[in-house]
């Protein structure tokens, strides 16, 4: 059974850092694409970071050069380093692997931002 398992959240005052780890147990981790979502109370899911099997990434507006994903291929883990934390990153995080017609969430991991 595939399990991603996030971690690395936690509280954290305005300004500061916080960097989420994402192992994932799939056969053929470096064939997937690798997210990072996250989900506000009371709002819809977003994306907030995505890298591709080749390493490509892509980030929202909202966290550009906050923000950072990287993939660890040997470890089979994703990373987000986030900084500059806002109030507003305050969520719920949630990794997500894609492959073709696979889709594998985590179960989330808390990040509060707040002094």
């Known amino acids: 059974q595939v399990q991603l398992v996030e971690s690395g959240g936690g509280l954290v005052q305005p300004g500061g850092s916080l960097r989420l780890s994402c192992a994932a147990s799939?056969?053929?981790?470096?064939?997937?694409?690798m997210s990072w979502y996250r989900q506000a109370p009371g709002k819809q899911r977003e994306l907030v970071a995505s890298?591709?099997?080749?390493?490509?990434?892509n980030y929202p507006d909202s966290v550009k050069g906050r923000f950072t994903i990287s993939r660890e291929n040997s470890k089979k883990t994703v990373y987000l380093q986030m900084n500059n934390l806002k109030p507003e990153d305050l969520a719920v995080y949630y990794c997500?692997?894609?492959?073709?017609?696979?889709?594998?969430w985590g179960q989330g991991t808390q990040v509060t931002v707040s002094s």
């Open positions: 997500n692997a894609r492959f073709m017609a696979k889709d594998y």
């Open positions: 799939l056969s053929i981790f470096s064939l997937y694409d």
């Open positions: 890298i591709t099997a080749s390493g490509s990434t």
